[in-house]
C-alpha cells in the first residue's frame, strides 16, 4: 500500500500535467488557424502547468535520496509517464509554432510578391 503523500504527489502531476495536455492541444488548433498569438499565450500557460508538475516529481525524488522512505507506486509511476509524455508533446507544439511561423512568413512574402508583379 502506498502512502497517502506519494498518491497524492502523483495525483497533483496527473492534474497539473493534464492541464498542460489541454493548453499544448489549444496551441495545436490556434496554429490550425494561423493564431500564433494565442499559440504562445496557451504555450506559455502549457509550461507554467508542466513546471508545476515536475517541480512535484523533483521534490518526491529529492527527498527519497535525502533519506526519505520512498516507496514503489505504480500510480506514481504512472505520473511520471503522463509527465513524461505531455512534455514532449509541448517540446513538438513549441516547435510546430516556430515551423509554422516561417512557413506563414514565407507564403505572405510569396503573395506579396505576387502582388506587386500584378501591377506592374
Known sequence: MISEKTAENAMQIILHAGDARVHCMNVLKAIETSNFEKAKEQMKLANDEIVKAHRIQTDAISGETQGE?????????????????IYSEINIAKRMIKIFEAYDARLTKLE?????????
Do not use: C, I, P
Not at 522512505?69 to 509524455?85: C, E, I, K, N
Not at 506579396?112 to 506592374?120: F, I, P, Q, T
Open 69 to 85: 522512505t520512498g516507496d514503489y507506486s505504480v500510480l506514481f509511476a504512472h505520473a511520471q509517464d503522463t509527465l513524461m509524455t
Open 112 to 120: 506579396m510578391a505576387g502582388k506587386e508583379n500584378d501591377h506592374e
